[in-house]
């Protein structure tokens, strides 16, 4: 499956952005997706997961109840909502598609989107 996220900006702390990440091919339903950001200077980290079918969500702890991770298949589409943005949110981010279910680990993710880039200023 080959993934194109987009919806990234520069915005204030405190703002929202939705980052959507569109997929290619017709078993978009069958992964499992997530979304993972790389701040300069440090690893690429989970952010958020989302079951094939919607039904189980994961978060990092440091973006629950701001970030809310969903898709829809019958789109192609996964988003990433994300509310109360903070400067250390800044980062690119990565959409990913796993046919191993839901996970934090970048290593279960077979395919990456090109990355987005989010800028939170304070």
């Known amino acids: 499956v080959q993934l194109q996220a987009f919806g990234g900006g520069l915005v204030q702390a405190g703002d929202s952005l939705r980052l959507s990440c569109a997929a290619s091919?017709?078993?978009?339903?069958?992964?499992?997706m997530g979304w993972f950001r790389q701040a300069p200077g440090k690893e690429r980290e989970f952010v958020a997961a989302i079951s094939w079918s919607g039904a189980g969500t994961y978060y990092k702890d440091s973006v629950k109840g701001r970030f809310t991770i969903s898709r829809d298949n019958a789109k192609n589409t996964v988003y990433l909502q994300m509310n109360s943005l903070k400067p250390e949110d800044t980062a690119v981010y990565y959409c990913?598609?796993?046919?191993?279910?839901?996970?934090?680990?970048?290593?279960?993710?077979?395919?990456w989107g090109q990355g987005t880039q989010v800028t939170v200023s304070s």
């Open positions: 091919g017709r078993t978009f339903s069958r992964y499992a």
């Open positions: 990913a598609a796993s046919e191993y279910g839901s996970s934090s680990y970048p290593a279960d993710f077979g395919s």
